[in-house]
């Protein structure tokens, strides 16, 4: 019988509400806010209530997923990166770095966000850097 | 508070031994606080054992009695907390078998904060901190001090800021039916914008929480919007007791008047069919 819970910040959009993971016995079972937080004071939106629920969700991709002879096939990190290390190095050979973009995310850390954007700018040689909260 | 901090702490270092697990307040990264089970064995974490601000913890206990129904648990409660667990115990959610009550006085600082009537334990055999008495709720009463279209234009303005992130529901412990009827399709109309008719939604839900609220105003402290969502309640919680002599928390054997079976003779015919 074990229950405590996790701080951490909600991944559903860039303002970094805290939230509270409540773990029982290591089972995810629920979002508490984070009264005290500076940020979100206590409170949170509707997606920050239910940041819990695609944790453990039966539709959740476990693995890299690849497509081949138009099927989705499960696949492995390595032959998933492989492959888009293959097909980024072809298309850029092909058509100049310019035909490719990189999409970072509100979600992501900042730390994330400015290593996808030094991979486009360094790596593939693009200022094609956009990301979803740009509506 | 601090001396409240060591007496509670020494409290729980008494009752550990004798129980399972102790339900309480603990600092946690960036001293962030949360609900934390101490447990026997590891007295350490009471170093870390918090007071304020205050969490639903009788949601907690109903989180760790559905997985446990045996568990002997002891859990930290100030008068609100302790008015939950007793209602929710009324309505099969919580279980008073095995379990310890630790009485934790609000001071005059917290009880302020809440607008509190009642920041003290009536229950609990083990109590931390002096009772205080309580304190007036002056949003309330000017509230109800306003003319029938005052109250109106004051709810329409309150209630335009709703944002119907479900959080004054999701955090309230009394609020704990499996299927709730504001998810039901007719508020909540899916792939649409704005979503639930606000002022629809709260009445709603006010009127759920009749003979429930506890008056620990979670509710409020959790909603984005800011909206004293208290008043409401308090003023349902004030005509329930002038309406069914029924006070929430107050007495364990009485059973709250949505749970009375009338008997023939017991009550007028209204004239409805």
Known sequence: MEYHNVLTTCPYCGTGCALHLQVLDHQLVGVLPAKNHPISQGGLCIKGWNAHAFVNHKDRLQTPLVRKGGKLVTATWDEALALIAEKLSALKAESGPDSIGVFASAKCTNEENYLIQKFARAVIGTNNVDHCARL | MSERLTALRETIRQILPQVDGVIGLKTGPAGIVAPYLFKPGHPEMLDSLALWP????????????????????????????????????????????????????????????????????????????????????????????????????????????????????????????????????????????????????????????????????ECEETCPAGIPLAIHFRLVARDVKEMFHYETGAVIEQKPPQLLTLEEGDYERSGLP
Request: with cysteine.
């Open chain 2, 54 to 217: 205050k969490e639903p913890v009788p949601d907690t206990l109903k989180i760790i009695q559905k997985a446990y129904p045996n568990a002997r648990l002891a859990i930290v409660c100030r008068g609100c907390e302790e008015r939950g667990v007793v209602e929710m115990f009324k309505h099969a959610q919580v279980s008073l078998e095995n379990l310890t009550l630790i009485g934790l006085q609000c001071v005059q600082e917290e009880a302020l904060f809440c607008r509190c009537a009642k920041p003290y334990t009536v229950h609990a055999r083990v109590t931390v901190g002096s009772p205080i008495a309580g304190v007036p709720d002056p949003l309330t009463e000017a509230f109800a001090a306003k003319s029938q279209a005052e109250k109106l234009a004051f709810w329409k303005e309150q209630f335009q800021h709703c944002i119907k992130c479900y959080g004054c529901r999701n955090i309230c412990p009394q609020c704990f039916c499996n299927v709730c009827a504001l998810e039901d399709e007719k508020w909540v109309e899916t792939g649409r914008l704005p979503l639930p008719n606000p002022s629809l939604y709260h009445i709603i839900r006010a009127m759920h929480m009749t003979a429930k609220c506890v008056a620990c105003r």
